[in-house]
């Protein structure tokens, strides 16, 4: 049976602490742009989604690098505002998506309802 000192229990629960403390703080904040949930802005969505997952620069990835490239792809400058300075990463819940849509569908000037 292993048998762990009072000190040692201290130090431990100490450092998770610290770890709890520190994480506890942090707030993720992204440019956010509206979007509407609708056929017509999900098929415009679809359509260059499609058409980049079937280029030449991503059709040959996988994973998360092909993801990456093809939200690259469908609008350069939504995804250089949305995800440059913070990469998605693997495991990670897009939670900037709806906004990165919105974004394209405001700049692509095909908003519809």
């Known amino acids: 049976m292993l048998r762990i000192s009072s000190l040692s ?4 629960m100490g450092i998770f602490d610290k770890c709890l403390t ?3 703080g942090v707030t993720f904040t992204f440019k956010e742009y509206q979007y509407k949930d609708s056929p017509k802005n999900e098929m ?3 359509e260059f989604e499609s058409a980049c997952e079937q ?3 991503c ?3 996988s994973g998360l690098t092909r993801t ?3 939200r690259e792809c469908v609008s350069p400058s939504c995804y250089r505002e949305l995800y440059v300075s913070d990469p998605l990463e693997e495991g990670e819940i897009d939670v900037r998506l709806n906004s990165f849509k919105g974004c394209f569908i405001q700049r692509s000037g095909r908003t519809r309802n």
């Open 68 to 70: 990456r490239c093809v």
């Open 55 to 57: 280029s030449s620069a």
């Open 44 to 46: 415009t969505f679809h």
């Open 9 to 12: 229990w201290f130090l431990i």
């Open 22 to 24: 520190d994480n506890a």
């Open 59 to 61: 059709s040959q990835l």
